[in-house]
């Protein structure tokens, strides 16, 4: 069964750092894209970082480029997402995507989440 | 602000046919494949129509997908009470070089 779950999440003052973790099981991640998409309390999806499968090319949005850094771990078949100089507006659920098939920006298989605080 | 346009809310009755609306524009829908995902109360978001128009396995096929210029459309036929959920449509921005989505849309089922 493929499957995704993340890890990692938790409180953290402003200006501090968290690592957000991936184990994917069912499949080599190394053949899917991968990503990262978050969601605010009561708010709507928010696409954060991708990671391609073929050659680990990235993609970040503009909202966290230059803080944020995604990179996947083929012999353990998990990525991270390294959170740095965390923001109030950084505080969400973030969701570990496996991409489809058809597209490197389509969200096939979704983990459950893991919640993302960010308050001091 | 979402890149991408959706009505807040739609409603229908079961059994009625309701349509949900995607706009965009020629960097985002205009050039890129349009999907659409569900998301059910207190749930993880799921992949409903991908490549514009196609159905995963396992999604009926009361759902459906189009895409005309920079906007798409979902349709859901035969409502029923459990297809009460938040609707998002998503794509690739090629000017932006992001991805993004809709605002959402909430289906309530009267």
């Known amino acids: 069964d493929v499957q995704v779950l993340e890890s990692g999440g938790g409180l953290v003052q402003p200006g501090g750092s968290l690592r957000l973790s991936c184990a994917a099981s069912?499949?080599?991640?190394?053949?899917?894209?991968m990503n990262w998409v978050r969601q605010a309390p009561g708010k709507g999806l928010e696409w954060v970082s991708t990671?391609?499968?073929?050659?680990?090319?990235?993609h970040y949005a503009d909202s966290v480029k230059g803080r944020f850094t995604i990179s996947r771990d083929n012999s353990r078949n998990t990525m991270n997402l390294q959170m740095n100089s965390l923001r109030v507006e950084d505080a969400a659920l973030y969701y570990c995507v496996k991409g489809h098939d058809s597209s490197f920006y389509a969200f096939d298989v979704w983990g459950q989440g893991t919640m993302v605080t960010v308050s001091s | 602000q979402s890149v991408l346009t959706q009505p807040p809310s739609a409603s229908g009755t079961p059994g009625q046919r309701v349509t949900i609306s995607c706009s965009g524009s020629?960097?985002?829908?205009?050039?890129?494949?349009v999907y659409w995902y569900q998301q059910l109360p207190g749930t993880a978001p799921k992949l409903l129509i991908y490549r514009n128009y196609q159905r995963p396995s396992g999604v009926p096929d009361r759902f459906s997908g189009s895409k005309s210029g920079t906007s798409a459309t979902l349709g859901i036929t035969g409502l029923q009470t459990g297809d009460e959920a938040d609707y998002y449509c998503g794509t690739w921005d090629s000017s932006l070089r992001a991805g993004v989505f809709g605002g959402g849309t909430k289906l309530t089922v009267l």
């Open positions: 990671i391609s499968g073929s050659d680990g090319t990235t």
């Open positions: 020629n960097s985002n829908i205009g050039s890129n494949y």
């Open positions: 069912g499949f080599p991640l190394r053949n899917s894209a």
